[in-house]
């Protein structure tokens, strides 16, 4: 019997070791997230563009945004309010005198620089009189009052410019006076 044992152990047609068949697990097909995350991108750069474009008029008056919003604002053909810096105007010169040829008139004389680095509007200017006792006369005078006809808009970063004001003498024997930009 042991023989009939051994050939029958034989003649199986089964190895000990079968191969059955591999099972390889499937994974599932990743997602391509970049075009989501270019999606994103876009749209957040657009969202800072359009903050951009909405808050221009308050950022141009900051130094450090303007050349940024000059650029933007040039590639799109959008519009910036002029630069608005009154410290920057340099009083040169002034004076405020008697008219010989008229009596009980004034006139007041100034000349300033644009110290800014942009062009930017003229200024409105304060002009206060006073005599021995304070203060006697005050007032602020628009572009449209003092600047030449010929002048544009804007003056030019250094550009000089000068002021002729012929006024009514407020009070008798005005001593002092002060210029200031507005």
Same mark, same amino acid.
Do not use: K
């Given at each position: 019997?042991?023989? +009939? =044992?051994?050939? =029958?152990l034989q003649?199986?047609? =089964?190895?000990?070791?079968s191969?059955? *068949?591999? #099972?390889?697990? #499937? ?6 997230r970049? &075009? ?8 957040? %750069? ?6 951009l ?5 308050a950022l ?7 050349? @940024?919003?000059?650029a933007l604002?040039g590639? %799109?053909?959008?519009s ?6 009154p ?7 002034? +004076?405020?005198r008697?008219? *010989?040829a008229a009596?009980?008139?004034l #006139?007041?004389?100034a000349?300033?620089?644009?110290? !800014?680095?942009?062009p930017?509007?003229?200024p =409105?200017?304060w002009?206060e009189l006073?005599?021995?006792d304070? *203060? @006697? ?7 449209d009052?003092?600047?030449p ?12 410019? !000068?002021?002729? %004001?012929r006024?009514v003498?407020?009070? &008798?024997?005005?001593?002092?006076y002060?210029?200031d930009?507005?």
């Amino acid at each position: 019997m042991s023989e +009939s =044992t051994s050939t =029958t152990l034989q003649d199986d047609p =089964t190895p000990a070791t079968s191969a059955a *068949p591999r #099972v390889v697990p #499937v994974r599932p097909a990743r997602p391509r997230r970049w &075009p989501l995350i270019a999606a994103v991108a876009g749209l957040a %750069l657009l969202l800072a563009l359009q903050l951009l474009l909405a808050q221009r008029h308050a950022l141009a008056a900051d130094a450090r945004w303007r050349p @940024v919003l000059e650029a933007l604002c040039g590639a %799109l053909g959008c519009s910036l309010p002029p630069w608005r810096e009154p410290e920057a105007f340099a009083l040169l010169a002034r +004076s405020v005198r008697t008219d *010989p040829a008229a009596p009980g008139t004034l #006139v007041a004389e100034a000349r300033f620089r644009n110290d !800014a680095r942009w062009p930017q509007p003229w200024p =409105t200017v304060w002009l206060e009189l006073s005599n021995v006792d304070g *203060p @006697v006369a005050a007032r602020a005078f628009r572009p449209d009052e003092y600047r030449p006809r010929d002048a544009g808009p804007l003056i030019a970063p250094g550009q000089t410019a !000068a002021l002729r %004001l012929r006024l009514v003498e407020p009070a &008798p024997q005005i001593v002092g006076y002060v210029f200031d930009f507005r």
